[in-house]
């Protein structure tokens, strides 16, 4: 198995995010959210709209493939002085258990690195033990507990998770 990042560059490139994003989310999430949180989720963070203007805004787009087929991405950015944020990190299930989510954060790690970060972090679902359990073994801590309100009566309750690069 051969992985390659990706970093996407142009508006018209982050359709393959939406695409890859349009098959883990629903499977991802079926047991944590209501279908209705999913799909409102869904268009706030991977509208067109939205994705372009975080794409003008400097946030980086990477996805990562195996064997030349898309199988997941990532996307950051700079958050505060030394720190950036790890926003979106999933792996479609078919390639779980392989060592390539691993491989990703120690992608974004190495990224971020090399733009002077010293501190990256991410917020994660409390509810999502899988991602919880995969950001520990790569040496990220929880740091505090949220509860952020999206609109329309809907909440993230999140960890804020934090590694130190």
């Not at 999933?90 to 790690?109: E, N, W």
């Not at 801590?141 to 690069?165: C, Q, R, S």
């Amino acid at each position: 198995m051969t992985l390659k990042f990706i970093e996407l560059k142009t508006p018209e490139s982050l359709q393959v995010i939406r695409d890859i994003a349009a098959s883990i989310w629903p499977e991802t999430f079926r047991e944590i959210l209501s279908p209705e949180q999913i799909t409102y989720m869904m268009e706030m963070m991977y509208a067109p709209a939205v994705m372009e203007k975080e794409l003008a805004d400097g946030y980086h787009f990477d996805i990562v493939c195996t064997d030349d087929l898309p199988a997941g991405y990532m996307v950051y950015s700079s958050y505060a002085p030394e720190t950036a944020k790890l926003h979106k990190l999933y792996l479609l299930s078919r390639y779980h258990g392989r060592g390539i989510g691993s491989a990703m954060l120690d992608h974004v790690a190495n990224q971020t690195r090399k733009l002077g970060f010293k501190n990256l972090i991410l917020n994660v679902n409390k509810h999502n033990v899988k991602a919880i359990n995969a950001y520990e073994r790569n040496n990220f801590t929880t740091i505090e507990a949220v509860k952020i309100d999206i609109g329309n009566g809907f909440f993230m309750d999140d960890f804020v998770m934090k590694k130190v690069l």
